[in-house]
């Protein structure tokens, strides 16, 4: 527990004097930032639509059982097969199996978080199986042998230049390319690796329940390859990706692609509800769909901290947040990161590890003031300050010390004993943590009691 609190404030402090890390991040979020009007503006009121999404994602949580069922049912009837994964562990089991079956050496994967969370790629490695990224930011990260920044914008923290030089040192290119240039290397030796590869992994933005598909958004086009060319289709999702209709993309899709990129829709949206059909030219032989619970369901237990499972991971949430924008998305060490991250990490990875991160946040409000389905996400950030002290999970010095302030501000005779520079001196001392990056807290030079006896006695002049 110490060691993630430790290199959690030692990497805060690094990140956060980093000048040039803080240009880059300020320079693509303020890109972010001036292009998320265009897309709000498809919406004659898009408070309504995020009001709306909310609540379809509601139902859809309340019902979770049955609506997972209703998928299972539709999509085996389309030849589809569903894998219900109690956490990482066995969702790699039956990627390993699958894998195995068919003497798959190459791998292709679009951008998914969850199988980041799963740590997927480390697991194929270890059985002898290259997995290529395939989505260029994910690509990037994949060749610095970095996990990725931000949920929507995995290089984020990078800039043209700083790809340009990984580029030359990974891949022998000449220095100095544009972005153009640097996309048509990737997609050149990547074209390749959709040819070679036996399997192709997903995630899913939406399960969809009532068509027995799965929907996948993006801008290139390289999820759409990978699981169309490959003869066997991976998807993992975890559980609570879960629509109830296919009519309820008509508000999803135009909403994520707003709220993550600022566009009105993503350019390749794809719907897939099973493998190749009899009389279909393309398509996979087979189609796994690994529905991931890995800690959801703990959070779905939690009456007040399930509408953290409405998250459609748009990133809106990270862009807005101070302290996101300050110590970056590496700095968390967590897969999903900033006040989405903070807030459900806790519950999926446990609270004693992970309640620090419920700290690392002003409390502005500016998450659940940007976020797509109005999750209040800095409720449930001290939401999780509170458990965590329910649950006994302050440190013994904290507790003392919160005890003895306890006894001390309730005690008339104590407040109004010793001058203001003893009070200072001793609060200093009994919340060190509180001093070490703020100022110092400062009693007034007078009590209550004098500044009131004070007030009276002019009152009465
Ligand atoms: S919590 Fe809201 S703003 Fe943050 S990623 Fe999820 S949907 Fe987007």
Redesign the pocket.
């Known amino acids: 527990m110490a060691d993630n609190v430790g290199t959690f404030l030692a990497k805060s402090t690094v990140r956060a004097a980093d000048l040039e890390h803080r240009r880059k991040i300020n320079f693509n979020i303020g890109k972010y930032d001036a292009v998320v009007p265009m897309g709000k503006a498809q919406f004659n009121d898009v408070d309504l639509v995020r009001r709306r999404a909310k609540n379809v994602k509601w139902k859809a949580l309340e019902t979770l059982d049955q609506r997972l069922e209703e998928f299972e049912a539709n999509l085996v009837r389309r030849g589809g097969n569903v894998i219900w994964a109690q956490d990482a562990e066995e969702a790699l089991r039956a990627i390993g199996e699958i894998c195995r079956r068919h003497r798959c050496k190459t791998l292709v994967k679009s951008k998914s978080m969850v199988t980041e969370e799963i740590h997927l790629n480390r697991f194929l490695e270890e059985n002898g199986i290259e997995s290529v990224e395939t989505d260029l930011g994910e690509y990037i990260q994949q060749l610095d042998g970095e996990p990725p920044y931000h ?1 929507v914008t995995p290089a984020m923290h990078k800039s043209k230049e700083d790809v340009a030089r990984l580029f030359t040192e990974k891949l022998n290119t000449p220095p100095g390319l544009s972005p153009e240039e640097l996309t048509l290397v990737a997609r050149e030796r990547l074209r390749a690796k959709y040819t070679e590869a036996e399997v192709g992994v997903t995630g899913a933005n939406f399960i969809i329940a009532d068509i027995g598909g799965v929907a996948v958004t993006e801008n290139e086009g390289n999820a759409r390859l990978s699981l169309s060319w490959p003869k066997v289709h991976i998807v993992v999702a975890g559980i609570e990706k879960v629509l109830p209709s296919i009519d309820d993309l008509a508000l999803f899709w135009p909403l994520l692609a707003t ?1 993550g990129t600022g566009q009105k829709v993503t350019v390749y949206n794809s719907i897939i509800s099973g493998p190749r059909q009899p009389g279909e030219m393309d398509g996979p032989e087979e189609m796994h769909v690994i529905l991931l619970d890995n800690g959801r369901t703990n959070i779905l237990a939690d009456a007040k901290a399930r509408e ?1 499972l ?9 862009n807005a947040c101070p302290v996101y924008k300050n110590i970056g998305g590496h700095t968390y060490g967590t897969t999903y990161s ?3 991250g903070s807030v459900i990490t806790p519950h999926l990875s446990g609270l004693g590890e992970w309640k620090h991160l419920s700290h690392a946040s002003s409390l502005c409000g500016n ?1 659940t003031e ?4 109005k ?1 209040n ?1 800095h409720e449930l950030l001290l939401k999780n300050r509170y458990d965590a002290t329910q649950e006994g999970h302050q440190g013994r010095a904290e507790r003392m010390a919160w005890k003895m302030w306890r006894i001390a501000s309730l005690n008339r005779w104590m407040m109004n004993s010793g001058s203001a520079r003893i009070k200072n001196w001793v609060v200093s001392r009994l919340f060190k943590g509180w001093s070490a990056h703020r100022q110092e807290l400062q009693f007034p030079a007078k009590t209550f009691n004098q500044q009131w006896r004070e007030r009276r006695r002019t009152a009465e002049a």
Not at 310 to 318: M, S
Not at 370 to 373: E, G, I, Q, S, T
């Open positions: 949920i709220y953290s409405y998250c459609i991971r748009c990133g809106a949430c990270l900033g006040p989405i998450c940007v976020c797509a389905v999750i996400l």
